[in-house]
């Protein structure tokens, strides 16, 4: 079965430095995609970036991006020039079409606190 | 729009009532979830429509009752609930569902509600 482990459950960055949020996952497909949610304290989830395993290039998002390292199956996130509007759970959210049968699966989640 | 929009917001009820929570996108998406959160846990999967057919009931008690009425309203209705049934109730929706193509397995969440069962 597909899992997802985020083994941070909390970290914490001073505003304008950056942090790095781990996520490695387990799975048998070679077609799969990534996620990283952003849940803030007022609970919307909202989606910050995408990764498509054929693709090798990493994604970017502003002050966001991934670290997608196949063969080892890790997927990090980077969060540049952090602000304090980006204190939230971070979800990794994984999803394929074949075990997992479409469903998103997520991580426990870390939390991010930001300081100023 | 990209906007999933739930309703009430908060709800508290008794174990011994019936209410319903609402769901509702116009982004033209086929596909709606509902997913269940406790706090400090990630989402768990409850149920999926896909043209407003249910295709996913992860084994949810039947005192959980969904209906999705159109492609773009998806209701839970709630009877004889449980305290431990207590959570967060997310929506979200995608423009379709075991989509292979990145584009349409974007899920996109709503702002959730907030149960309480005394």
């Known amino acids: 079965a597909q899992t997802v482990t985020q083994s941070q459950p909390e970290m914490s960055v001073q505003e304008a430095e950056t942090v790095t949020l781990s996520c490695t996952y387990d799975?048998?497909?070679?077609?799969?995609?990534l996620f990283w949610y952003k849940q803030p304290p007022s609970r919307q989830m909202i989606l910050v970036i995408r990764?498509?395993?054929?693709?090798?290039q990493n994604a970017t998002e502003n002050r966001f991006s991934v670290n997608f390292q196949k063969a080892a199956k890790s997927f990090s996130l980077k969060i540049s020039d952090s602000q304090l509007g980006d204190a939230a759970m971070y979800f990794c959210?994984?999803?394929?079409?074949?075990?997992?049968?479409?469903?998103?699966?997520f991580g426990k989640g870390t939390k991010l606190s930001v300081k100023p | 729009d990209t906007e999933v929009t739930q309703t009430p917001k908060h709800l508290v009820m008794g174990m011994t009532n019936k209410k319903s929570l609402k769901c509702e996108q116009h982004?033209?998406?086929?596909?709606m979830y509902w997913y269940k959160q406790k706090a400090k846990k990630p989402p768990e999967l409850m149920f999926v429509?896909?043209?407003?057919?249910?295709?996913i009931n992860e084994s949810v008690p039947s005192r959980f009752s969904p209906e999705c009425p159109n492609s773009s309203l998806l209701n839970l209705h709630l009877h004889a609930l449980q305290p431990e049934d207590s959570a967060l109730y997310l929506c979200?929706?995608?423009?379709?569902?075991?989509?292979?193509?990145?584009?349409?397995?974007?899920?996109?969440f709503g702002p959730g509600t907030r149960l309480t069962v005394l």
């Open positions: 429509y896909s043209y407003e057919k249910l295709s």
């Open positions: 799975t048998s497909e070679s077609d799969y995609y």
């Open positions: 959210a994984y999803i394929d079409y074949g075990g997992s049968q479409g469903n998103l699966i």
């Open positions: 982004m033209g998406h086929r596909a």
């Open positions: 990764q498509e395993a054929y693709k090798q």
């Open positions: 979200a929706s995608s423009q379709d569902f075991r989509a292979r193509d990145s584009p349409y397995n974007e899920q996109f």
